[in-house]
């Protein structure tokens, strides 16, 4: 019982975020499933050992009562053949009585013991159970940080090949690269082709129409008919 408590001392002081660390250094739960693993058969042998000495100290308790009634009764059995003047009865039931009384005490001592073990055993199990869900939420969160680290590396490997699109990378590639570039500019090109063009006609219809106001007021000095 001993080591097994010994055992689980050790997991319960287990520290967890150096457990964490180093799942996170080998981008894995290998260390993190094996503390678990761990816990969980620890855990399974201390409830059966807590079930066990928690079984002994109901038995050692109910021997108590039962050597404690039977104490009574002989006590009052002895002042029975005291009154009768039986003399030789009344000694071998005290006799019988002191005997129950020594086993009466033996069995109150062990019961004490084994109460405190049984304590000991439901502590342990309350905190190894508490160990071992923290874990278990401090593994869903590691997976989580995996999942991420991963799609960073996926994404960091990407815009890697991105860059590479027009520089050193396959020739098909470099070709699409390019040709999309080349939509791209040529695409610019008309769009400023077809402003400047508007350009030019808006200023055309401008002076067009400055010239024929300045033509229109001179008929008018003139007294000449539109």
């Known amino acids: 019982m001993a080591s097994l408590l010994e055992k689980v001392s050790t997991l319960i002081s287990a520290n967890l975020h150096a457990l964490v660390d180093q799942a996170l250094q080998s981008n894995s739960p290998a260390v993190i499933d094996q503390y678990i693993r761990q816990v969980e058969n620890n855990l399974a042998d201390l409830e059966d050992a807590a079930a066990t000495v928690g ?10 009562h039962e050597f404690e009634q039977k104490a009574d009764e002989t006590d009052q059995a002895i002042d029975a053949f005291l009154m009768e003047g039986n003399n030789a009865y009344a000694s071998a039931a005290q006799a019988k009585l002191n005997s129950t009384q020594r086993l009466v005490e033996t069995y109150k001592e062990q ?26 939420q401090e593994r869903e969160e590691l997976m989580a940080l995996l999942e991420l680290a991963k799609s960073k590396e996926l994404t960091v490997k990407t815009m890697k090949s991105l860059d590479n699109l027009m520089g050193t990378g396959d020739s098909d590639i470099s070709r699409i690269a390019e040709s999309i570039h080349q939509r791209l500019d040529k695409a610019s090109a008309a ?27 001179r008929r008018k000095k003139l007294g000449l008919a539109e």
């Open 55 to 64: 079984g002994e100290v109901r038995t050692l308790k109910r021997k108590v």
């Open 111 to 136: 019961a004490v013991r084994q109460e405190s073990e049984y304590q000991s055993l439901l502590s342990a199990k309350v905190k190894l159970e508490a160990r071992l869900q923290t874990m278990k």
């Open 191 to 217: 769009s400023e082709m077809r402003a400047s063009r508007l350009d030019e006609e808006m200023d055309r219809v401008l002076e067009s129409s400055v010239i024929d106001g300045a033509l229109a007021e």
